[in-house]
């Protein structure tokens, strides 16, 4: 359980702290522009004077992307970005070696079993979270009644096991279906902006009117297609690692409980 619990408490303070920067990153753009807007207004430009010191400053990319984006889609991205942070980060600490098939336990359970000390082998898999821990256990909790009741149980709990990584490892692949559809759903909402604009206007409409409407729907877009292919390429990556991590696991407790094959079949 201690390893369980530290994969979740460096998750959630990894995640946490990603929150934090984003959000004063966010409220401090907001700020600042609200700060401008304010200082255009108590100052407007006295018709026919010009200054070489009136000429539009240029946003910030960060400044670009949450004008474009709106509150609505700043917010929604902000979520599904730390729900794929926290996630990459849980199942990265998740499918080490360690935590899956960890060496030092193979090692130390076969030593038991060679010094005959069954009771000492038993207690050392079930004290282990691992994978391979509980399988061990399985298998030895149920070698009395026969070779292949500990084969049974080793595979009921090596597929309980996966279940659980897998279950885990699918919030990656959701985040990699859902960013892409929320970009969509603001490319068409951009799109509906800027027509209603053409729509609603007698004569020829602003350039700067349509532009905030295909700003959205082209931002929009690119920020859901950045969230989502990190997301799919560790999907996949992770699922290969999660595969070979179970099929060596599987392994490895055959092997270590092969010595009780010829006693089970007696």
Sequence with gaps: ?????????????????????????????????????????????????????????????LQFFFDALGIRYTLAFLVISFTFVAFLVMNLMGLRRDAVCPPHLAAAFEAQLNDNKLQEAFDLAKNDDSMLGQMLAAGMQNV???????????????????????????????VGTIAPMVGLLGTVDG????????????????????????????????????????????FNLLKNRLTRLVMETGQQAGNLMSRFESRGRK
């Design 191 to 234: 799109m509906v902006l800027s027509f209603m604009q053409i729509a609603s206007s007698d004569t020829q409409p602003k350039p700067s009117k349509l532009a905030d409407g295909i700003s959205m729907a082209l931002i929009t877009t690119l920020v859901g297609l950045v969230i989502a292919i990190p997301a799919i390429i560790a």
């Design 1 to 61: 359980m201690q390893s369980v619990t530290s994969v979740r408490f460096w998750a959630a303070v990894f995640a946490l702290s990603f929150a934090v920067l984003a959000i004063t990153e966010t409220v401090r753009i907001v700020s600042s522009c609200e700060a401008k807007a304010y200082g255009q207004e108590a100052a407007p430009p006295t018709p026919g004077v010009t200054n070489g010191d009136d000429k539009p400053k240029q946003k910030n990319w």
């Design 144 to 174: 009395q009644i026969g070779y292949e009741k500990a084969e049974s149980a080793m595979s009921q709990v090596g597929e309980d096991e996966n279940l659980k990584l897998e279950h885990r490892l699918s919030f990656l692949s959701l």
